[in-house]
């Protein structure tokens, strides 16, 4: 007998032609993208626009779609009605110390919650999380009462000081360490004779650097945009942006123009922050997402 030899069934393809990438983008991922980029920067250019015009032109049909030189007239009326200026310095004071102080005092929370060992920590860690369902409203007359015993009505450490730890950052913290930093490295670095601060400072803060970024950038915006308590413990005459932005356009017919103006003043720094670090930022985050 002879046996009859049959050609081997060719593989099936996935039709994808030879050469190409995997996971391109195509024109419609593009074209959302596009859409998506322009309907966020849209709320900015309106108010630069509005900004730039009188209330009459903004209450016009059709209404103004660019942007004139009167813009500078409305800053300068915005900052004239209230201190922007050392609004804005003020913000950039509370809101970065707020944020250096709640990423390093989370960090190291989260460090001790994550891998430490001590009696009480699961019941702490419970207290903690019980925190965030206090109604922030709650607290704010005993926190008033405090800050005028200390005589810190009306200055910067009353915002600064009640806000450097969240239990949010505390949380969040633990969880990414949990995950993300290994037991070897710590019994490495004690086997070396490292002290508990020294592993945190060499070990712990690289690893948590992407966590570290995230938080960063949360704790920031939430400070810059911090009104509820700003407004009570500062005044008028030492406000933050937030608290400066209230007072303007004040009268029978608000001011809108002035309004948008100095919205868009008091926006500049937090775009300028994340133009700047950005690249770091969304670079921490995706060292993070990978792993080995």
Same mark, same amino acid.
């Given at each position: 007998?002879?046996?009859?030899?049959?050609?081997?069934?060719?593989?099936?393809?996935?039709?994808?032609?030879?050469?190409?990438?995997?996971?391109?983008?195509?024109?419609? #991922?593009?074209? +959302?993208?596009? =859409?998506?980029?322009?309907?966020? &920067? *849209?709320?900015?250019?309106?108010? /630069? %626009?509005?900004?730039?015009?009188?209330?009459?032109?903004?209450?016009?049909?059709?209404?103004?779609?660019?942007?004139?030189?009167?813009?500078?007239?409305?800053?300068?009326?915005?900052?004239?009605?209230?201190?922007?200026?050392?609004?804005?310095?003020?913000?950039?004071?509370?809101?970065?110390?707020?944020?250096?102080?709640?990423?390093?005092?989370?960090?190291?929370?989260?460090?001790?919650?994550?891998?430490?060992?001590?009696?009480?920590?699961?019941?702490?860690?419970?207290?903690?999380?019980?925190?965030?369902?206090?109604?922030?409203?709650?607290?704010?007359?005993?926190?008033?009462?405090?800050?005028?015993?200390?005589?810190?009505?009306?200055?910067?450490? #009353?915002?600064? +000081?009640?806000? =450097?730890?969240?239990?949010?950052? &505390? *949380?969040?913290?633990?969880?990414? /360490? %949990?995950?993300?930093?290994?037991?070897?490295?710590?019994?490495?670095?004690?086997?070396?004779?490292?002290?508990?601060?020294?592993?945190?400072?060499?070990?712990?803060?690289?690893?948590?650097?992407?966590?570290?970024?995230?938080?960063?950038?949360?704790?920031?915006?939430?400070?810059?945009?911090?009104?509820?308590?700003?407004?009570?413990?500062?005044?008028?005459?030492?406000?933050?942006?937030?608290?400066?932005?209230?007072?303007?356009?004040?009268?029978?017919?608000?001011?809108?123009?002035?309004?948008?103006?100095?919205?868009?003043?008091?926006?500049?720094?937090?775009?300028?922050?994340?133009?700047?670090?950005?690249?770091?930022?969304?670079?921490?985050?995706? #060292?993070?997402?990978?792993?080995?």
């Amino acid at each position: 007998m002879t046996a009859v030899l049959t050609p081997p069934t060719p593989a099936r393809t996935s039709g994808r032609r030879p050469g190409t990438k995997a996971g391109r983008a195509g024109p419609v #991922a593009y074209t +959302l993208l596009v =859409l998506a980029g322009l309907l966020s &920067v *849209f709320p900015l250019y309106w108010s /630069l %626009v509005a900004g730039s015009h009188t209330n009459a032109e903004i209450a016009a049909t059709p209404p103004p779609f660019l942007p004139n030189a009167t813009f500078f007239e409305n800053v300068s009326a915005a900052m004239d009605q209230a201190p922007l200026g050392l609004a804005i310095v003020n913000s950039v004071v509370v809101a970065g110390s707020i944020t250096v102080g709640t990423v390093l005092f989370c960090t190291l929370a989260g460090f001790a919650f994550a891998k430490l060992r001590f009696r009480g920590s699961g019941g702490l860690l419970a207290l903690v999380v019980g925190t965030m369902m206090v109604p922030t409203q709650l607290a704010v007359i005993p926190l008033f009462m405090m800050i005028a015993e200390l005589k810190w009505v009306d200055s910067l450490q #009353a915002v600064v +000081l009640p806000t =450097l730890v969240s239990a949010f950052g &505390v *949380f969040f913290m633990r969880q990414y /360490l %949990v995950t993300a930093l290994p037991d070897e490295l710590l019994e490495a670095g004690r086997v070396d004779g490292a002290s508990t601060h020294r592993i945190f400072f060499s070990i712990v803060v690289p690893v948590a650097r992407p966590a570290m970024a995230v938080l960063a950038m949360l704790t920031f915006l939430t400070a810059w945009n911090e009104f509820f308590w700003p407004i009570i413990a500062l005044t008028a005459a030492n406000p933050t942006v937030q608290v400066a932005i209230a007072n303007l356009g004040s009268g029978y017919v608000p001011q809108r123009a002035v309004i948008m103006a100095g919205t868009l003043l008091g926006t500049l720094p937090v775009l300028l922050v994340f133009a700047l670090l950005g690249k770091q930022i969304v670079g921490g985050i995706m #060292a993070g997402a990978v792993k080995g």
